[in-house]
């Protein structure tokens, strides 16, 4: 069942069109990431979605939302939340909640029950100017949750976070998936990879592919080698395309990734042809597309 349905949404800045004709539905109980580099669009889709900005063209339409008002039914932490650090988490979260519509013993009851979800409830009575940056992403995603949503936005949840901070974002999401309808924007690829149901690919305002993970992997799967030489990886890569029909090689630092349609001919071909020349060969993997290899393919078509 369709949470929301985005048909025909457009944006524009002055003469510049940033959105242009966004179509998808978001489906009930899915974590679904909208991916893209920086300058996609994503933060603008998020503020439409959220009614912080308005679309030039195109319709959202949420189910159940009362005369076209959404706002009870969406939760939304901005990609930079502000919050007031002399306030304590818990004051925090009780004050988001009435906000929200909830009376003040329902505010102060899930306010509660949310602390302990995210993981801070230790800290719910430090004042949020002591947080650590982690802490505050989790916090802020307990102010977006609070008053139960049936689709919560997250703009670049862990871009600003270190690694500890990204994990503990990461796995906040994973409990998350259970209870409600996401959608967060992500430049980072990994972290789509590792949390998300479904992926809607953005690009310079486009939608330029959708899916599943496995429908994308499997409808752009393709076998790559990927060698990595103690010297001379792009030299010696490029030398072994020629032997070999190779449809594309990608150099990522030390490692060159060769990709191929019949990976059999190639790794023999390849790896005698290695031991022949005694070339320094300090890695030889066979692997099929990622995530990453797939937002590329799409992104260059």
């Known amino acids: 069942m369709p949470v929301v349905s985005i048909n025909g949404l457009k944006k524009r800045f002055q003469d510049q069109e940033v959105i242009k004709g966004l179509d998808f539905q978001l489906t009930e109980g899915k974590c679904v990431a909208l991916l893209g580099a920086n300058g996609a669009g994503k933060t603008t889709t998020l503020k439409m979605l959220s009614g912080l900005m308005k679309p030039d063209s195109g ?5 159940g939302a009362e005369k076209g008002d959404f706002r009870s039914l969406i939760g939304y932490l901005p990609q930079y939340p502000v919050f007031y650090d002399w306030m304590t988490g818990r004051e925090f979260l ?8 909830l009376s003040n013993k329902e505010a102060k009851g899930r ?4 602390l302990e979800l995210v993981g801070i409830a230790d800290a719910k009575n430090r004042r949020i100017g002591k947080y650590s940056g982690g802490m505050k992403q989790r916090l802020g995603i307990a102010q977006a949750i609070i008053h ?10 862990v871009s600003a976070l270190d690694p500890f901070g990204r ?6 999401m994973e409990k998350l998936k259970k209870e409600t309808t996401i959608l967060f924007s992500t430049h980072i690829l990994n972290d789509a990879e590792e949390v998300c149901d479904e992926i809607l690919f953005l690009h310079n305002g486009k939608l330029v592919e959708a899916g599943t993970m496995s429908q994308l992997k499997d409808k752009h799967q393709q076998a790559k080698i990927d060698l990595v030489f103690k010297e001379n990886t792009s030299r010696y890569s490029e030398e072994l395309s020629v032997l070999y029909p190779v ?6 630092g030390e490692k060159a990734s060769l990709f191929v349609e019949d990976v059999e001919g190639a790794k023999k071909l390849f790896l005698t ?6 070339l320094p060969l300090i890695k030889f993997e066979i692997s099929r597309t990622s995530l990453e290899d797939v937002f590329m393919k799409v992104v260059q078509k």
């Open 273 to 278: 042809e290695i031991t022949s020349r005694n």
């Open 94 to 101: 009780e004050y988001t909640g009435k906000l929200a519509g």
């Open 148 to 157: 139960r949503p049936k689709l919560v936005m997250l703009d670049e949840p």
């Open 167 to 172: 994990r503990e974002v990461l796995e906040l």
């Open 59 to 63: 319709t959202i339409v949420f189910e």
């Open 111 to 114: 306010a509660q029950e949310l």
């Open 247 to 252: 449809t594309s090689i990608k150099i990522n």
